[in-house]
Structure formats: structure tokens, C-alpha cells
């Protein structure tokens, strides 16, 4: 069960939305606080592959590895950070809708740890207002509707 969630509808074919979901040195048009993500080189993310994100938080860089879980061409893209007993998992589902893409974002976070599983609702909420309107972000970077970042 996701701990939140948004839908989207963009003008623009599944094929265009996933390359650019996917694409994850895109993120920082859609997701304000990431600065830089370093890949491992410039072709197809496989489940397993590793990328380093670059982040502002409260004005401070922090660096982050992300690892892919899924990505299958046009259909889904996940990926997972895993720091001091903080998994985050973020899921992009896509679908043809009439007049374009439906894209759907997921996160799920689980905790380990007294301390973690205390302070997870805190946790859930920060993540929510730092990526909980990547959808909208996403979808006027794509249709050149919205202001940018």
C-alpha cells in the first residue's frame, strides 16, 4: 500500500513520458530538490543498476544511491533508497489514456528500527512535501504548460 500517491494525465505519447520518467537525469524538472543524478552510463537502466542522487535538503547537499527495482519500456519504472533503516520506494506506472499518457507515482516507505518506525509518519509527510507534487511538476515540464523549477 502506498503511503502517497498522484495521477496525472499528459498530452503526450506513453513512449515520450516513460524516456522521459525513465531518463532519470531528468528528474530535477520534476523533483525541485534533486540537483544532479550521476548514472552509470547513458544507456537502459536494468533492476539492480546503481545512480548516485544529489539532493537539497534545509540548504545542505546529501548524496543518496538509488537502486533500479523495475523498468520495463513504456509500462513501469521503480526505484529504491535504502540509508539508516529508511527504504523508500518510488513506482511510475504508465497507460494510454484518451488524449495521451495517464502516469501514476507511488511511494511506499517502510522503516526498520525503533526510532524509524516512531518517527515514520514525520518521515512520510517531509517525503510528501518534497516529492508529492512531482506529477503536476511532471506533467508542465512535459506539455510546456507550467513555470519552471
Known amino acids: 500500500m502506498a503511503d ?13 513520458v516513460y524516456e522521459y520518467v525513465s531518463n532519470m537525469e531528468n528528474m530535477s524538472e520534476f523533483m525541485p530538490n534533486v540537483v544532479k543524478i550521476d548514472k ?9 543498476d546503481k545512480v548516485l542522487e544529489t539532493r537539497m ?45 495517464k502516469a501514476h507515482f507511488e511511494a511506499i516507505i517502510k522503516t526498520t528500527g525503533l526510532r524509524m518506525r516512531i518517527t515514520k509518519r514525520f518521515i512520510v509527510d517531509m517525503l510528501k512535501r518534497e516529492d508529492g507534487n512531482q506529477m503536476s511538476y511532471l506533467k508542465d515540464a512535459l506539455e510546456g504548460t507550467g513555470p519552471t523549477l
Open 40 to 48: 552509470p552510463s547513458d544507456g537502459f537502466l536494468m533492476p539492480g
Open 57 to 101: 535538503i534545509r540548504g545542505r547537499e546529501t548524496r543518496n544511491e538509488l537502486e533500479i527495482v523495475e523498468n520495463e519500456k513504456n509500462k513501469h519504472f521503480s526505484y529504491r533508497s535504502d540509508i539508516n533503516g529508511l527504504q523508500s520506494t518510488y513506482r511510475y506506472r504508465f497507460s494510454e489514456a484518451d488524449g495521451g499518457t
Open 4 to 16: 502517497f500517491e498522484a495521477s496525472v494525465i499528459i498530452r503526450k505519447p506513453i513512449e515520450e
